[in-house]
C-alpha cells in the first residue's frame, strides 16, 4: 500500500511492532490498545509524524531516532521508566502519561517541544525541564512533587501558560497557588483553573512587593503597635497642622557619605541641627559608639521595641534591622533642634507616610569605580555587599528620575568632605540663613519657638484650640484658588457691573432676563399677592393686617426678612442679594398697571402705627445690614486667617512647592511674602469698599422706597 497514509490499527492484539513494509507516505500510526511490548528502527518510515503507542507494554523508548518529521508522539499508559531516544526529535507533543518515570530526563533537547504531559508517574522534582524554552502546556498531575521551589527550574520558561500540579503533594503546602503563580508570572492557567489578574498582583504583593507596599506596611505595622500602647504626648514633635516638626534626611546607598555629612552638618550647624540616633541590630564597627552613631540593641531587643510601638519606621539591610524611633526624634526636638537624620530609600520611602515632612536629600556617587574604591577602603565589606550597594546607585537614580520631586535636593558625591560645602549651602538655603545672616537669631529663636508652639498644639486636635482653626484655614487656603490683585480687581469691576446693573445705572446682563416680564406681562392678582406677601399660595391674597410690618418693602420677600440672622446673611452675600432684589425691582411698579392700587393699600396698610413701631424696631436691623459686609461670613477672610501659621526653618516646601502662604520662610519667598501681604491688603480694601458699596444701596434702595411713597401720596 505505497499510498497509505493514515493507519488506525489500535484496540487489537497486535504484537509485532510494525511489522510490515514501510508505504513510502505513511504519516500518522496508530498503535493504542495492543499487546506491543518493544520498539524497533523506524528508519524506514521517514513520513512518520504521528505516532500513537499507548496502552502497550513498552518499557524503553528506541529506535525513533531517524524520524526527523515526527512532530507527535504519544507512549502513555505503558511500563516506561526512563526517558530515552528521544534526542533531537522535532517533537513538538509529547505524551508519556501513566508510565512508571521517577525523574525528568532525555528530554534537553527536545528544543520544539510545545506541550508535555507526564501525568500519572513518580516524578517528584521538575529538573530536566529549563531548556524547554518553547514549552506552552505542561500536564503533571498525580506525582509526587512536594516543594514550591521546584517551580524554579522553570521558572524561565516564558511561553508557559498552562500547567497542571493537581494531586500532588506541593498543594498542600500554604500558599501554594499564590506562591506559584508568583514563581510562574506567565501562567494563564494553573491546576485547571484560570489564573486571574487579581491573583497575580496578590502574588507579587505578597512575594516582591514594591517598595511603596512595603513602606505602607511598615508604616502600618509600627502605627498599629504604636496605638496599642498608652498614648503619649510629645511635646516638642507632636504634629502640627501649621509647622511640622522640621526634619533633614539624607539618602542615598550605603556608605556614600551620607553618614558622615549628617555629622558634620549637625557639627558645624549645631544651633539648628541634632543628630537623629537610630537603632540597629548590627554590632558596632570599629570606632562606633554606642548612642553616637547608633543605639546598638540585640534582635530580641529590636523585636520588642517593635511590639512596644517605639519605631516610626524600620527597614531590613544587609541582614541587619535599622530603626528610628519616635524618642530619638525628640529627645533631638527637645533640645529645640531640628532632627538630623541618614537612611536607606526604603527607610526615606516609609518615612514620607508619617506625618513627618522632612526635607530629603539625595547623596549619590557619580563614578562607580570611585565609589567602589571608597567601599574597600574602609575594609569593612564584602565583595556581595559592595555588589549590592553598587546596585543600589541605580535604584536612587531611578526614583530621582521616575518620581520627579520625590528629593528635595541631590547632591553628587564623590567625595563627602569635597560636596559637604553643597550639602551646607543647600542646608543653609532652607535654613533662611544665607540670605538673611541678619536675620540667623531670629530664625533660631523661631526654630525653638517651633518647638514650644508644636508642644503647645500638642492637643490641638481640639476644634476650641487656634491651632486648629488655623489648619482648617490652611486646609481652606489650600483648596480655594489663591487671587492675585488682578484677579481681585477683576472682581471688584465684575461685582461694580452687578450693582450697577441693579441700580439701574447700566443695563448689566442680570438685569435683562428679569426686565422681560416689563414689557409684556401684565401681572395677574396672584402675582401681586406674591410680590406683596412673599406668600407663595396664588389663591389667596393677603390680608393687609396679616402682612408683617417688615415686609413694609414689598421689594424684600419675606423669607430674606423674616429674622435679623437671615436678613444679615442676606445682605452679606453681596452678589446673591443684590441679584435677587435686581429680579424683584426689576418687576417694577410701574408695570403693574392696575396691581399698584392694591399695592398702594397695602402698603399704607402696612404703615399702620404699630407697623410703623415695628418698623422702628427694625432700623437697629437695618444698622446692622449695613454694617454687616464688614464682618460678613462671605468675606474672602478666611476664618483665623489673621492668626499667621508659625513658621518652622524648614519649611514643608516639597509638599506645598509653589504656595507662597505655606512656605513663606524659602529663600525666595520673600517676594512672595509681600505678594502675600499685598493680596491681603487689597482684600481689605475691596472688602471695605464693598461694604462701603452696599451701604449706599441699601440708602438708594430707602430713598427710592420713600420717593415712590411720597409720589402715591401726592
Ligand atoms: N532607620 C533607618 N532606616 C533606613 N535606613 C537606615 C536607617 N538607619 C540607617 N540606615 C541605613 O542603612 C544602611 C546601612 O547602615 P550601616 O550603618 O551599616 O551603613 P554603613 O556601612 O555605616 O554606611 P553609611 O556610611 O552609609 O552609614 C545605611 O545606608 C544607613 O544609612
Known amino acids: 500500500m505505497p499510498s497509505l497514509v493514515i493507519l488506525d490499527a489500535s484496540h487489537n492484539e497486535i504484537s509485532a511492532f510494525f511489522g510490515f513494509q514501510p508505504p513510502k507516505n505513511l504519516k500518522e500510526v496508530n498503535f493504542s490498545n495492543n499487546r506491543m511490548s518493544k520498539m524497533k528502527n523506524l528508519s524506514?518510515?521517514?513520513?512518520?509524524?504521528?505516532?500513537?503507542?499507548?496502552?502497550?507494554?513498552?518499557?524503553?523508548?528506541?529506535?525513533?531516532?531517524q524520524c526527523g518529521l515526527l512532530y507527535q508522539l504519544s507512549l502513555a499508559h505503558n511500563r516506561i521508566s526512563r526517558i530515552s531516544g528521544l534526542d533531537n526529535l522535532p517533537l513538538s507533543h509529547l505524551c508519556l502519561r501513566g508510565n512508571r518515570l521517577e525523574k525528568i530526563e532525555g528530554l534537553e533537547n527536545l528544543r520544539s517541544l510545545q506541550s508535555l504531559d507526564l501525568s500519572?508517574?513518580?516524578?517528584?522534582?521538575?529538573?530536566?525541564?529549563?531548556?524547554?524554552?518553547?514549552?506552552?502546556?505542561?500536564?503533571?498531575?498525580?506525582?509526587?512533587?512536594?516543594?514550591?521551589?521546584?517551580c524554579k527550574h522553570i521558572h524561565d520558561l516564558c511561553l508557559l501558560r498552562d500547567m497542571n500540579l493537581l494531586q500532588n503533594p506541593v498543594q498542600e503546602q500554604k500558599d501554594y497557588r499564590l506562591?506559584?503563580?508568583?514563581?510562574?508570572?506567565?501562567?494563564?492557567?494553573?491546576?485547571?483553573?484560570?489564573?486571574?489578574?487579581?491573583?497575580?498582583?496578590?502574588?507579587?504583593?505578597?512575594?516582591?512587593?514594591?517598595?511603596?507596599?512595603?513602606?505602607?506596611?511598615?508604616h502600618m505595622t509600627h502605627l498599629v503597635y504604636q496605638l496599642m500602647q498608652p498614648q503619649v504626648l510629645y511635646d516638642s514633635t507632636f504634629p502640627s497642622a501649621d509647622c511640622p516638626y522640621p526634619m533633614l534626611v539624607l539618602t542615598g546607598p550605603q556608605g556614600c557619605g551620607k553618614r558622615e555629612l549628617a555629622h558634620r552638618l549637625c557639627q558645624d550647624l549645631h544651633e539648628y541641627f541634632g543628630y537623629g540616633i537610630c537603632h540597629t541590630t548590627r554590632g558596632p564597627y570599629f570606632g562606633e559608639e554606642n548612642g553616637i552613631d547608633y543605639h546598638f540593641v540585640s534582635e530580641e531587643d529590636f523585636e520588642n521595641m517593635v511590639l512596644m510601638g517605639k519605631f516610626i519606621q524600620t527597614m531590613q539591610y544587609g541582614g541587619h534591622r535599622f530603626g528610628l524611633t519616635r524618642d530619638a526624634v525628640e529627645e533631638v526636638a527637645k533640645e529645640g533642634l531640628a532632627c538630623c537624620l541618614h537612611m536607606e530609600l526604603e527607610g526615606v520611602l516609609s518615612l514620607k507616610n508619617s506625618y513627618f515632612e522632612p526635607r530629603y536629600i539625595l547623596i549619590i556617587p557619580t563614578s562607580v569605580e570611585k565609589y567602589i574604591s571608597n567601599l574597600n577602603d574602609r575594609d569593612l565589606y564584602t565583595q556581595a555587599q559592595i555588589d549590592r550597594a553598587v546596585s543600589r546607585i541605580q535604584l536612587y537614580a531611578n526614583t530621582c528620575r521616575q518620581r520627579p520631586g520625590f528629593f528635595d535636593n541631590v547632591i553628587p558625591s564623590d567625595d563627602w568632605k569635597e560636596s559637604y560645602p553643597a550639602l551646607k549651602k543647600v542646608v543653609t538655603g532652607y535654613l533662611f540663613a544665607e540670605e538673611r545672616d541678619d536675620q540667623t537669631s531670629s530664625t533660631f529663636s523661631g526654630l525653638k519657638h517651633l518647638s514650644l508652639s508644636a508642644g503647645q498644639t500638642g492637643t490641638s486636635l481640639d476644634p476650641s484650640d487656634p491651632a486648629y482653626r488655623n489648619y482648617l484655614a490652611k486646609i481652606q487656603a489650600e483648596l480655594s484658588l489663591?487671587?492675585?490683585?488682578?484677579?481681585?480687581?477683576?472682581?471688584?469691576r465684575r461685582e461694580q457691573l452687578v450693582r450697577e446693573a441693579v441700580l439701574g445705572k447700566s443695563p448689566g446682563v442680570f438685569s435683562q432676563p428679569a426686565k422681560r416680564p416689563n414689557i409684556s406681562v401684565q401681572p395677574s392678582a396672584p402675582l401681586q399677592s406674591l410680590i406683596t406677601s412673599g406668600q407663595s399660595h396664588p389663591d389667596s391674597p393677603p390680608q393687609a393686617e396679616e402682612i408683617p410690618p417688615q415686609t413694609a418693602d414689598p421689594r424684600i420677600p419675606v423669607s430674606q426678612k423674616s429674622s435679623g440672622v437671615e436678613e444679615h446673611r442676606a445682605c452679606s452675600a453681596v452678589t446673591a442679594a443684590t441679584s435677587a432684589r435686581g429680579i424683584v425691582k426689576a418687576l417694577d411698579i410701574a408695570a403693574m398697571g392696575s396691581a399698584l392700587d392694591?399695592?398702594?393699600?397695602?402698603?399704607?396698610?402696612?404703615?399702620?402705627?404699630?407697623?410703623?413701631?415695628?418698623?422702628?424696631?427694625?432700623?437697629?436691623?437695618?444698622?446692622?445690614?449695613?454694617?454687616a459686609p464688614v464682618t460678613s461670613p462671605s468675606s474672602r477672610r478666611r476664618p483665623?486667617?489673621?492668626t499667621k501659621p508659625i513658621l518652622p526653618p524648614i519649611p514643608t516646601g516639597r509638599k506645598t512647592p509653589a504656595r507662597p502662604r505655606s512656605c513663606p520662610s524659602r529663600p525666595s519667598s520673600t517676594t512672595a511674602e509681600e505678594a502675600e501681604a499685598e493680596a491681603e491688603e487689597v482684600e481689605v480694601e475691596v472688602e471695605v469698599e464693598v461694604?462701603?458699596?452696599?451701604?449706599?444701596?441699601?440708602?438708594?434702595?430707602?430713598?427710592?422706597?420713600?420717593?415712590?411713597?411720597?409720589?402715591?401720596?401726592?
Open 482 to 492: 489663591q487671587k492675585n490683585p488682578n484677579e481681585l480687581a477683576s472682581i471688584r
Open 179 to 218: 506562591s506559584v503563580i508568583f514563581l510562574l508570572q506567565h501562567l494563564t492557567t494553573l491546576d485547571q483553573q484560570e489564573v486571574t489578574a487579581e491573583e497575580k498582583v496578590s502574588s507579587v504583593n505578597k512575594y516582591d512587593p514594591p517598595m511603596d507596599v512595603v513602606a505602607a506596611t511598615n
Open 598 to 627: 392694591t399695592l398702594k393699600e397695602k402698603l399704607e396698610n402696612s404703615k399702620s402705627p404699630g407697623a410703623a413701631d415695628a418698623e422702628r424696631e427694625q432700623k437697629p436691623e437695618t444698622g446692622q445690614e449695613q454694617r
Open 44 to 65: 524506514a518510515f521517514s513520513s512518520l509524524s504521528n505516532l500513537q503507542l499507548d496502552h502497550n507494554s513498552f518499557s524503553e523508548i528506541s529506535g525513533l531516532e
Open 640 to 642: 483665623g486667617s489673621e
Open 120 to 150: 500519572l508517574n513518580r516524578i517528584r522534582s521538575l529538573a530536566g525541564l529549563q531548556n524547554l524554552s518553547l514549552l506552552g502546556s505542561l500536564n503533571l498531575e498525580k506525582n509526587l512533587i512536594s516543594e514550591i521551589q521546584e
Open 691 to 714: 461694604a462701603e458699596e452696599e451701604e449706599e444701596v441699601e440708602k438708594d434702595d430707602e430713598a427710592d422706597v420713600e420717593e415712590e411713597s411720597a409720589r402715591e401720596e401726592t
